[in-house]
């Protein structure tokens, strides 16, 4: 086996990636494989941190489409990304992995407060590091964090994890003839409106040429092969640069 393409990523998963087959909350089968997955990755010297959506709890942007304040709903969906931040780190060190929780919102008995610093310190001591809480703020998805958190900390890449394998002009669960994307621009993401992650996060990774990899997660073993650079999913970078 090479050396790992990447020496820092982000990985982004949906609060959804950990209901498994189920409908809401958590399932503990899943939640099992996928730190199983990161703990490989991270026993390969590849310095991990992760950002977990809370759309299997709650899910601020659909709340509020029924008539709740959109900032009251965020706040809540914020705190569903704590409580898949805590679950996580407990499946993740049951796989004797050391991790911390920083959040964006201060929760001192729960998790540390988001410091990039210490945040930066944390991965260079091998810690494996979940962001919660979004950036803290109403408005911004969890998407708009993780692209966020990717820079602050100089990840190399950033993993977007789905329910399929790459990126498709059409929702390919309903049509069949919908092509995948093997590469795409950060503009292609924008212009198509293809729903890869919101625009602000694909406008803020465009900005600073953060490369993005969306692949499937329900295929065991894709995060180590994203990391050592082989070629699935779809890679979202700028016109110039080229695919590992």
């Known amino acids: 086996m090479g050396a790992p393409r990447f020496k820092r990523i982000l990985l982004k998963l949906s609060g959804e990636a950990l209901m498994g087959e189920g409908s809401y909350g958590i399932d503990p089968a899943t939640l099992e494989s996928i ?73 001192q008995e729960l998790a540390e407060p988001y410091i990039r610093r210490r945040a930066m310190r944390h991965l260079e001591k091998g810690r494996v590091v979940i962001f919660a809480a979004g950036t803290g703020n109403p408005y911004f ?4 964090a993780a692209s966020l958190r990717a820079m602050e900390i100089h990840a190399d890449v950033l993993l977007k994890a789905t329910k399929v394998d790459g990126v498709y002009d059409k929702d390919p669960v309903k049509d069949k003839t919908a092509k995948k994307f093997h590469r795409l621009t950060y503009i292609e993401v924008l212009q ?7 625009s602000t996060a694909i406008s803020l990774c465009r900005d600073n040429n953060l490369a993005i990899v969306v692949f499937d997660l329900r295929a065991h073993g894709n995060i180590r092969r994203v990391v050592m650079g082989e070629s699935i999913g779809t890679l979202v970078t700028d016109e110039e640069s080229r695919p590992w």
């Open 192 to 198: 198509r409106d293809l729903k890869v992650m919101d």
């Open 35 to 107: 730190a199983s997955e990161v703990a490989e990755v991270r026993a390969m010297g590849v310095e991990v941190a992760v950002v977990l959506g809370g759309g299997n709890i709650f899910r601020g942007i659909a709340a509020s489409a029924h008539g709740m304040d959109r900032a009251s709903a965020d706040y809540m969906g914020m705190l569903a990304t704590a409580m898949n931040s805590i679950a996580f780190q407990d499946a993740l060190e049951r796989q004797g992995v050391t991790t911390r929780v920083l959040s964006a919102i201060e929760m």
């Open 141 to 144: 998805t969890t998407d708009t």
